[in-house]
């Protein structure tokens, strides 16, 4: 981020009204962009994940003042085949880093945490870790697919007195929830604080 203004100085002679200028830089806002472009740049900013890289990410954009629909059109086909492509207000960017950006590794540690878990129980752990995977990606798929609440969800798995709910007993004493809650309000700040850097 701090080596943007001088790279949109250099470009900033070459821009004209037919181009698009597309941000994925941490920290700087629509308004910072508009302001170190000439007046009639068409900006957008998107905030991707990383797992677009195998076309499973999620992303969310915002346009500046110039940008109209055929730009977000244009921007959203262009970015689909990535993943999950939504429009945002600006204000959501900061909170789609703490949710997706660094929520990927939130998954990741959850995914590590899962196989331990097994491998503690007497899994090997490439096995273990195979299962954790797929283990996210059904539940993610099922999220996505049936539309119903998570919580709702949740509670399907549970049979009174069986094993997910004692399960579910010692993640809600360690307080899972509420560390998860607070990581990603951890992060949101800290992509706020980026913007005031």
């Known amino acids: ?3 943007l203004p001088g790279v ?16 994925l830089v941490a920290g700087i806002t629509i308004q910072t962009l508009q302001r170190l472009l000439p007046p009639w ?4 900013r998107i905030m991707p994940n990383l797992p677009c890289v195998v076309q499973a990410g999620a992303m969310v954009f915002s346009r500046g003042s110039n940008a ?10 262009l970015l ?12 959501y960017i900061d909170i789609h880093t703490g949710l997706s950006g660094s929520g990927v590794a939130y998954v990741y540690l959850f995914a590590e945490a ?12 490439a096995l273990a870790s195979r299962i954790a995977a797929q283990t996210l ?17 949740r509670g399907d798995v549970c049979t009174p007195g069986g094993t997910t709910i004692y399960a579910l007993y010692q993640l809600e004493k360690g ?11 951890a992060a949101t700040n800290r992509a706020c604080d980026m913007a005031k850097d």
């Open 114 to 125: 899962l196989a331990e878990g097994a491998v503690k129980m007497g899994m090997p752990g």
């Open 68 to 77: 109209g629909d055929e730009e977000a059109a244009l921007l959203k086909s």
């Open 1 to 3: 981020p701090h080596i």
């Open 8 to 23: 949109l100085e250099e470009i900033r002679p070459a821009v004209g009204s037919h181009h698009i200028v597309v941000s």
């Open 80 to 91: 689909s085949p990535c993943g999950l492509c939504e429009e945002v207000p600006e204000s």
């Open 137 to 153: 990606l059904g539940a993610a798929k099922m999220l996505l697919e049936t539309g119903e609440h998570p919580a709702k969800l």
């Open 41 to 44: 740049t068409k900006v957008l």
């Open 175 to 185: 307080a899972l929830r509420a560390t998860v809650m607070d990581a990603v309000e």
